[in-house]
Structure formats: structure tokens, C-alpha cells
């Protein structure tokens, strides 16, 4: 899975790939075309190289701020490279792109080989990141040029000129060619460096932290940036969050409305999305652990424009879901509320026999957020909910581990709170004790 | 040496046609060639698809630009590889357009080119920005058919405007036209406090909005809709109009005479400057009209020189 193709996922990881300040827009491709990595001890070495590069963020900023002010000049030349390599004939565009880019390279101490290329491109020993075919590329092209300068009508003299430029592309690209593969990785090798720097940087923006790889996924203290950054608009704070999960053990997270369950599990499912593309982590601490797919059941507005029922749309992506998980890889799922949108006898119905349906996965880790009370062998979450003594203004969005599984009743004194129609919600409360009795 | 020594005083000309074929090319020629490049360094560039060697649109012959040696220029991939003198390159631009990326050179020698710059304004005001480590002092703009955001002061600081038989046929109908984008274009900078009230030619208005109001500022294009809004809404305590720059008028002459002869007023936010007009009698479809009477004729209405530099090849 790439990049791109889950940089709109509902979790919100787009906040922080748009507030990723890469120099170039190669760099940007490149990470966009990035593949998930799903092994641990990849991951890690990914880490230990950005934790390099976050230490030199701390202890010296201005060497930073100039490697990334040099990567500015960045350009994607993969083609030329390309061409280079199938044995093509380059032209003046081309050589100009490879020298500007071993020029680059040479200033970012990075690349083998690129004093050969440079010296190739710049005959006369400039050090200029300017490209012509000089003179000095052969006596002969010198003679030709003064000649077509006397006589510029000449035609002959001009075919001759033509030639001898194109004999010269031709040896030059022959004597680059050896080093097209060693360009090649250069250039890949400078947008990583623009993406280690860029992530570097947004690790103590956003105050992100790396994490370290274990056998189950522990997170204490994680926020969402997107919904930090909004609440911080209005003059309010994140709550952090702690959570634990693990594959074979199922978890249901219930809790009061308005209790933060959805941005909890949108969290989750970008913190898993950031460590497998190698971003700092917005958590006080994390161990995690990998998974080969990563799928996020929540309703969208994508929903209503595609003219499926938001419950037709939510069953085919958990029965999509279900396909993934009996492959028998390593899956993530996160379900936000299922069947929430139908009558609650068979909501209750449908989400009892789904975590029935995913017992005894032992590759599978599933997270749902629910309102319906429902037993199973698992572990249940609920936030802690209202504050008592704050006249229920203050919400507590901790998760903490409970026994019962029986969903808090908090529905009624939060629309009260909410100045919500007194009548209307008194007679609920009445129905409601009626129904109990 | 007509206007040229005005052009030097700038950063940035932008030379501007008020039609194809109003003889903008050989305007640009005219300059170029009486530039002192010794101790000047030049950039040009044109918006969009210019310098083709035939008239896109006409089918008639038309001049490629010459560049001299030590000059800078840009244009598209393609152009650079169909036609240019020995060139030093300098740059490969980043953004793709239509005819590949944008290369920026300096020319070695003297030589033709087919001039396709950036294709928008803010994509040229990028260019122009990445010349800054290439010490130029001067850069031209070659701004392509009726595109006036060219000339906007928020690209260059100066232009120079080309007309001729291609915008009319008729003397005192092209002076008439000429003359009202030369009012335009010196339209008065507002000076007062900042106006209370801002609206946008696009958005839904009333009468009543601007009833009673002395200032307004308009966001974007003022168009007829709105001026004559402007124009019911005034009454004896007069009303005016703030826009962004000269190049942000879209309204006809007779309303905006109209609204003037009411009291009303249009002043600008920035301002450019025009340096010279310059003309082409002749016509693609043949027509030549009176070079001197024309020259005469606008010269009079605007109170600035005129010039053919077809006919008259000013001396330097």
C-alpha cells in the first residue's frame, strides 16, 4: 500500500503530510509513491535514521536550515536518468539537469562518483552550475563556431556545426553512462534526505516522539494534531489518551456521546499509518507493532456523494473487511460504531455476532467503538466520561479498562447540558425508567 | 533614442498589445537592439505562447524575437531545442506546461528565439522572483494577446503599450480605444481611509449596498454589472471606486464615461507606469492607415509621444 493512497483516509493523516515542509516537489512524489513497510526491524532502522536527523535538528538548526535551503534546488530528472541508462543521446537540457543535480549532491557531501560526473560537465574546471557545450569539448567545434561567426550563411558549415555537436552529445552520454545508476540513487537518496529532515523538523513542531517495535501495540499519552490544532483554535486543550491492544484479543471502546471514541480510534489509525511510514508519532511513548493491512471502518461524506445508504455503505466495507481478515494476514481493524444507523434490537444483533464472526484470529487486532451493550471475551473500554461535580461541563476522554460491558447511561444529562428541549428530554427520562421497570 | 533611456530607469517593462499584430514584437525588437548591454543586464521573457514564427491565429509572418549576447531569456523546453543561438543554460524550471518546463539562458551570441515563457502571471512573478542570484537588472516582458494582467503592477513595475490598425481600421476610432486604456491605466492611486465597505463584482448586490457610500473598495474585476450598480447609487456626495490596479477594469467606455460625468470616481491601489505607446498602422487583412496623422492624432489625446518604429528607425 502507498502512501497516496491513504494520505485522505478519514483518520486525518493528511494534517500532518500537509504540514510536512518538504523542499522540492520530487521529494514529495517520492513519498507519495512510498510503500507501508510492515516489517518491524525495517521500521526501526527508518527510525534510527530519523532520530539522526531529529538530534541534528536539536544541536545545530542553521546546518539544517541550509542542507534544506540547498535541497530547494532538487529536481525530479529521473527520466533523464532513465534515458541515460537505455543508451539514449542527451541534449544540453539533459547535461544541464545532471550537473546541476551532482553539483547538489557534492554540496550535501552525498552520492559516489559525482566529482566524475562534474568533471565531465564542466571541461574548463568552472565549478558553475551552468551548462553549454564548451569549446574546449574539441578544437574542432571551436573552428566550426568561428567559422559559422564569419559566415553565418553558410549552410555547409552549419551541417558540419550540427554534427560535430551531435558526435560530442553522443561521446559526452557515453561517458556518463557508467555512472547512471549511481546518479540514480543520488537523486532518490537526496529526497529521502529532504523527507528525513522534513519529518525532523515536524517532530518538534508537533512534539512527535519515535517509538520502539514490540509484540503488542502499548500507547500512553497519544493526541490527534488535526483536532489538537482545532481545539487549540478555540482556546481548548487536547486531552491525551492511553491505550493498549494486541492481535487475538479483541476491544470494544463504549462511552458516553460527545466522549471522544471516534477521534480515539481515528487516532489510532493514524499513529499505526505514521510507524509504517516512518513519521514521528504523536504519543508520550509507544511500542507498536506491525500489521500488513490497516482498515478504518467510520461512515463519510463520501458515503452520500457515491448514493449509498450510509448502512448499505458501512456493511460493504466491513464485509470487505472480513474478506482481508480471512486471508489470514496481519490486519488492523478499527470499527467506528457499526450498525449504528439501524434499530438497536438488530444493531445489537449485528455487532455481538461480529466480534463472534472475528473469534479465534489470532492475526487479527480489532478496536470497535460501540452503543450497545454486548459480552464477549475481550477487553472493554469505556471513556471515563463526565466529571462528577462539574455539573457535568467537564468530559473526562480517559479510557479505562472496565469489566461491565453494560454501555453508560450519559446520553440524557448531556443533551441537558446542551440546553437541549427540557420537556422533551424529561419525558425521555420517564419512558426510560418506565421501560427499565 | 525614444523611451529607451525611460525603460532603463525600471527593474521590470512589461510591453503590452492591445491586439495581435499591433506591432508588440517589433517593439520588443526595437528595445532590445538600443539596449546598452555593457553594462546592463537583461532578462526577457513573454507570457504564454509568444514568438511563434507565423501568427497563431492570423496566419501572418511574424518576427521572432533577437536576443544579444550576454542576455538571459526563457522559454519553453520545446523552443529552446527548436531555435536559439549558442546559449549558456542556467535553469530548468520545476512546473510543466503544455510546451515542457520553462529554461532560463543566457545567450552566447547573437540569435533568434521563439520566446514561450511562463504561462500565467503568477507563475511569471515566480520567474522573475529565481533571477535574483543572476544579478539581472532589467527584465522584459513580452505580454501575449489581450492579456493586460501582464502589464499589472503586481508583475512589472513599467510598460509600454503597442496599438495599431489590428485593434481598428479606423483613426479616430483606434485613438478613441487607445486613448480610454490609456486613461485606465493612469487612473489615480486611492488616497484616504481605508473603506468600510468591500464587495465583489461576482457576488449577489443591491443598489442598497452602496447607497449613500463615498468609498468602496471592489475585490477583483469591476465589471459593467457592478459599475452600473455604482452608477444608480449615486447621488450629489459623489462615490469611489477602489480597485486592485488598472488591470482589474473590465467595463466599457460608455458606461464609465457615464459614470464619471456623474461624479463618480475609480482610483487604483497600484499603479504602473506607462513609459511610451508605440504603433502599427498596418492591418493583417491589408488595410494601412496615415502613420503620421495617427501618430499625431493619439499623441494629442494622450499628451505622451507616439511612435512607429516600423516606419521611423529612430536613431540611438
Redesign the interface.
Known amino acids: 500500500m502507498k502512501f497516496r493512497e491513504i494520505v485522505d483516509s478519514p483518520c486525518g493523516i493528511r494534517y500532518l503530510f500537509d504540514g510536512l515542509e518538504l523542499q522540492?516537489?520530487y521529494a514529495r512524489k517520492v513519498l507519495l509513491d512510498r510503500e507501508m513497510m510492515t516489517d518491524a526491524a525495517q521500521i526501526d532502522a527508518a527510525y534510527a535514521r530519523l532520530r539522526k536527523y531529529f538530534d541534528l535538528v536539536l544541536a545545530d538548526r542553521r546546518r539544517v536550515e541550509d542542507m534544506r535551503f540547498r535541497l530547494q534546488g532538487l529536481?525530479d530528472i529521473s527520466g533523464t536518468l532513465a534515458s541515460l541508462a537505455d543508451g539514449a543521446t542527451l541534449?544540453?537540457?539533459e547535461f544541464?539537469?545532471i550537473k546541476?543535480m551532482a553539483m547538489l549532491a557534492e554540496s550535501l557531501d552525498m552520492g559516489e562518483d559525482m566529482d566524475a560526473v562534474i568533471a565531465i560537465l564542466d571541461p574548463d574546471g568552472l565549478k558553475i552550475g551552468?551548462?553549454?557545450l564548451y569549446d574546449s569539448y574539441s578544437v574542432e567545434l571551436r573552428r566550426l563556431?568561428d567559422a559559422v561567426?564569419q559566415d553565418p550563411d553558410d549552410s555547409q558549415l552549419q551541417e558540419d556545426l550540427a554534427n560535430e555537436e551531435d558526435r560530442l552529445k553522443k561521446a559526452i552520454s557515453d561517458k556518463l553512462r557508467p555512472y547512471a545508476a549511481s546518479l540514480r540513487k543520488t537523486l532518490r537518496d537526496m529526497a529521502e534526505l529532504d523527507i528525513s529532515l522534513a519529518m525532523a523538523v515536524q517532530m518538534q513542531v508537533e512534539g512527535l516522539t519515535i517509538p520502539s517495535s514490540g509484540a503488542e501495540t502499548v500507547i500512553t499519552g497519544m493526541f490527534h494534531p488535526g483536532v489538537r490544532a482545532a481545539l487549540k483554535a478555540k482556546g481548548r486543550d487536547f486531552q491525551r489518551v492511553d491505550f493498549s491492544f494486541r492481535r487475538g484479543v479483541p476491544a470494544t471502546v463504549i462511552g458516553a456521546n460527545m466522549g471522544g471514541k471516534t477521534v480515539a480510534l481515528k487516532t489510532l489509525c493514524m499513529i499505526q499509518y505514521l510507524w509504517q511510514f516512518g513519521f514521528g508519532l504523536p504519543v508520550d511513548s509507544a511500542v507498536m507493532t506491525p500489521f500488513d493491512d490497516i482498515r478504518f471502518c467510520i461512515g463519510d461524506e463520501q458515503d452520500e456523494k457515491t448514493g449509498l445508504s450510509s448502512f448499505a455503505a458501512e456493511m460493504q466495507r466491513i464485509d470487505q473487511a472480513i474478506a482481508v481478515v480471512e486471508t489470514g494476514i496481519r490486519v488492523l481493524l478499527l470499527v467506528d460504531e457499526p450498525a449504528r444507523t439501524t434499530n438497536p434490537v438488530e444493531g445489537t444483533a449485528l455487532v455481538a455476532a461480529l466480534l463472534e464472526r472475528f473469534s479465534g484470529k489470532p492475526e487479527l487486532a480489532l478496536v470497535m467503538t460501540t452503543h450497545y451493550t454486548v459480552e464477549h471475551a475481550g477487553v472493554c473500554w469505556r471513556v471515563r466520561g463526565l466529571v462528577p461535580g462539574t455539573k457535568g461541563r467537564t468530559m473526562d476522554y480517559r479510557l479505562v479498562q472496565t469489566t461491565s460491558h453494560e454501555v453508560p447511561h450519559e446520553a440524557l444529562n448531556i443533551a441537558r447540558e446542551l440546553g437541549i428541549d427540557a420537556r422533551w428530554i424529561d419525558l425521555a427520562d420517564t419512558i426510560m425508567k418506565q421501560q427499565y421497570e | 533614442m525614444p523611451f529607451v533611456g525611460e525603460i532603463l530607469k525600471h527593474r521590470s517593462v512589461s510591453i503590452v498589445g492591445l491586439a495581435k499584430n499591433a506591432g508588440k514584437t517589433e517593439c520588443l525588437n526595437y528595445i532590445i537592439k538600443r539596449l546598452p548591454l555593457d553594462y546592463f543586464s537583461v532578462a526577457v521573457t513573454s507570457i504564454g505562447i509568444d514568438g511563434e514564427t507565423t501568427d497563431q491565429v492570423t496566419g501572418t509572418a511574424k518576427p521572432e524575437i533577437t536576443v544579444r549576447e550576454g542576455m538571459f531569456f526563457a522559454t519553453s523546453e520545446k523552443h529552446f531545442r527548436q531555435k536559439r543561438p549558442l546559449s549558456e543554460l542556467y535553469d530548468v524550471g520545476d512546473e510543466d506546461t503544455a510546451l515542457g518546463r520553462i529554461v532560463t539562458a543566457k545567450a552566447l551570441q547573437e540569435g533568434k528565439v521563439l520566446l514561450s515563457g511562463p504561462s500565467s502571471a503568477v507563475a511569471l512573478k515566480r520567474w522573475m522572483r529565481s533571477l535574483k542570484d543572476f544579478g539581472i537588472d532589467l527584465i522584459l516582458v513580452d505580454g501575449a494577446l489581450s492579456r493586460l494582467s501582464t502589464a499589472s503592477p503586481a508583475v512589472s513595475e513599467a510598460m509600454v503599450l503597442s496599438t495599431g490598425a489590428a485593434y481598428s481600421a479606423n483613426i479616430r476610432e483606434l485613438v478613441g480605444k487607445t486613448a480610454f486604456v490609456v486613461e485606465l491605466i493612469r487612473l489615480p492611486l486611492y488616497v484616504g481611509a481605508e473603506p468600510s465597505v468591500r464587495v465583489s463584482s461576482f457576488s449577489s448586490l443591491d443598489a442598497a449596498t452602496l447607497k449613500g457610500r463615498r468609498v468602496v473598495e471592489v475585490e477583483g474585476a469591476l465589471t459593467d454589472r457592478l459599475l452600473q450598480l455604482a452608477k444608480n447609487a449615486l447621488d450629489e456626495d459623489g462615490l469611489e471606486l477602489v480597485v486592485g490596479d488598472f488591470t482589474k477594469v473590465f467595463c466599457s467606455q460608455e458606461l464609465y464615461r457615464a459614470f464619471v460625468r456623474r461624479g463618480g470616481r475609480i482610483s487604483v491601489r497600484m499603479k504602473s507606469e506607462l513609459l511610451a505607446v508605440c504603433v502599427n498602422p498596418k492591418a493583417p487583412n491589408g488595410i494601412v492607415l496615415d502613420s503620421d496623422l495617427l501618430c499625431r492624432e493619439l499623441s494629442e489625446k494622450i499628451g505622451l509621444p507616439v511612435y512607429d518604429i516600423v516606419k521611423n528607425d529612430y536613431e540611438i
Do not use: K, Q
Open positions: 522540492s516537489g529536481r541534449d544540453e537540457i544541464f539537469e546541476h551552468t551548462f553549454y563556431r561567426e
